[in-house]
């Protein structure tokens, strides 16, 4: 989402592409292989610098795991922002896109919002016609509860195979429901009950945006416990050769749903302070993890 400039109609220029290959040569370096994209981000300028890398570079999309998104509509004037999920805006939005990535076909699509007038059997024809031709290899969605995709699910032949979530040390509404249930504080948490156990159960990846918190714990904390957290983070880091950002995306990727961290930066350092979580098992126990959960919630467990 960072590339490609500003968000409004300036165009992009030789610095936004420049800036998007020291991005994927850092990540490629860093053993990471799949780009996460959307239609919307930076009003469509991420994706087409990011297809003027592919072009420039002989061989890399062949190289590249690449996905996409569809489903918002950024405000147009005075009409606000909505979420568009109709066949015909779907089809039309990836046909977009493939335009701009500079590709025949993206390996992954996914739904980026539920849009509440979206008719199940409408968009699952618009699926399984992209499936037909070959534009996208496999679909999943983004920000849905598992009840969501299983009902989308029934109407598909293929199977929906990712749903990407916020999830961090910071955004941990997914891991408290589990444990808040049968107490006072269930109600405070909003996460969709069995939305994770739905995806293990039926081999849906799980991928986390928003993974590194925002920098809340690596150098841009605001409050008492995210100073107390960040302490520890680099701590554990210094302790086992490690950066903090590997720390967080460790913290992801030991909770047995194997969850994929998206790395949303685009600084090339950042990105290589990435690289031990793309290239090693998770290196936390069981007490550290959870010393990392109490102290990033502030208070202990039920």
Same mark, same amino acid.
């Given at each position: $989402? ?8 300036? @165009?992009?220029? !030789? ?16 053993? #990471?292989?799949?780009?996460?994209? *959307? ?6 300028? =991420? ?6 890398? +592919?072009? &420039? ?5 062949? &190289? ?20 568009? +999920?109709?066949?015909?805006? #779907? ?19 996914? +739904? ?13 024809? =618009? ?9 996208? &290899? ?5 920000? $849905?509860?598992?009840?969501? #995709?299983?009902?989308?699910? !029934? ?11 916020? $999830?961090?040390?910071?955004? &941990? ?18 996460? @969709? ?7 293990? %159960? ?5 991928? *986390?945006?928003? =993974? ?19 302490? /520890?983070?680099? *701590? ?10 590997? #720390?967080?995306?460790?913290? /992801?990727?030991?909770?047995? !749903? ?9 600084? @090339? ?7 031990? %979580? ?25």
């Amino acid at each position: $989402m960072g590339l490609g400039g500003s968000w409004d109609d300036t @165009p992009y220029g !030789a610095a936004d592409i420049a800036e998007a290959e020291a991005a994927v040569e850092a990540a490629l370096d860093s053993g #990471i292989t799949a780009f996460d994209h *959307a239609d919307i981000y930076r009003n469509g300028k =991420a994706e087409a610098v990011f297809g003027e890398v +592919l072009a &420039r570079t002989p061989g890399l999309r062949q &190289r590249v795991v690449l996905q996409t998104k569809c489903g918002i509509r950024l405000p147009d004037g005075e009409r606000p922002g909505l979420y568009d +999920l109709r066949g015909d805006t #779907i089809l039309r939005r990836v046909a977009a896109s493939l335009d701009r990535l500079r590709t025949d076909y993206v390996d992954l699509l996914l +739904l980026h919002r539920p849009d509440p007038l979206a008719d199940p059997e409408d968009v699952a024809r =618009a699926l399984t016609s992209l499936h037909r031709q070959k534009l996208v &290899r496999a679909f999943g969605v983004s920000n $849905m509860s598992g009840h969501q #995709i299983a009902s989308l699910q !029934a109407y598909l032949d293929f199977p929906l195979v990712v749903d990407q979530l916020e $999830m961090s040390l910071h955004r &941990r509404d997914w891991v408290e429901a589990g444990v808040l249930v049968n107490t006072p504080q269930a109600a405070s948490v909003g996460f @969709p009950a069995g939305t994770l156990e739905h995806c293990r %159960a039926n081999g849906i990846r799980l991928q *986390a945006w928003g =993974a590194l918190a925002q920098g809340r714990f690596t150098g841009r904390e605001e409050t008492p416990t995210e100073r107390a957290t960040a302490r /520890l983070v680099t *701590a554990l880091a210094g302790s086992k050769g490690t950066t903090p950002e590997t #720390i967080l995306l460790w913290w /992801l990727q030991r909770h047995p !749903a194997r969850i994929v961290p998206v790395v949303g930066s685009a600084r @090339p350092e950042r990105i290589r302070a990435c690289a031990d %979580a793309a290239r090693r098992e998770p290196g936390l126990s069981h007490e550290e993890w959870y010393e990392l959960w109490v102290t990033a919630r502030g208070a202990a467990l039920p």
